[in-house]
Nanobody, 125 residues
Framework: QVQLVESGGGLVQPGGSLRLSCAAS??????????MGWYRQAPGKQRELVATITSGDSTNYADSVKGRFTISGDNAKNTVYLQMNSLKPEDTAVYYC?????????????????WGQGTLVTVSS
């Protein structure tokens, strides 16, 4: 199966920066990226969209992170990044990577939506 491996979370002071990354892997598949994104879930709240990017580099951001966060992707590596600057305590959450992929084995292919395991970002002094 295809798996997403996230990294980059941690504790940071308000105003600081963090960079998250998420790579897809699946040894028997050829993977083609369609869209990639980041979502987050704070304690006691529903999961919400943070940012998405398509294989054509079209991006979309939640209003709460516009101007502070930047999403980017490397289609060849099936990897998505989230650069987070000017972090605020309200950005504290578990951040989840999401990728919508076309996976192929020889002439056969299917579409697959995959979630990462989540990485905790804590913004606190």
């Amino acid at each position: 199966q295809v798996q997403l491996v996230e990294s980059g979370g941690g504790l940071v002071q308000p105003g600081g920066s963090l960079r998250l990354s998420c790579a897809a892997s699946g040894s028997i598949f050829t993977i083609y990226t369609i869209t990639m994104g980041w979502y987050r879930q704070a304690p006691g709240k529903q999961r919400e969209l943070v940012a998405t990017i398509t294989s054509g580099d079209s991006t979309n951001y939640a209003d709460s992170v516009k101007g502070r966060f930047t999403i980017s992707g490397d289609n060849a590596k099936n990897t998505v990044y989230l650069q987070m600057n000017s972090l605020k305590p309200e950005d504290t959450a578990v951040y989840y990577c999401n990728q919508y992929l076309k996976v192929a084995t020889g002439p056969n292919y299917r579409y697959l939506e995959v979630w990462g395991q989540g990485t905790l970002v804590t913004v606190s002094s």
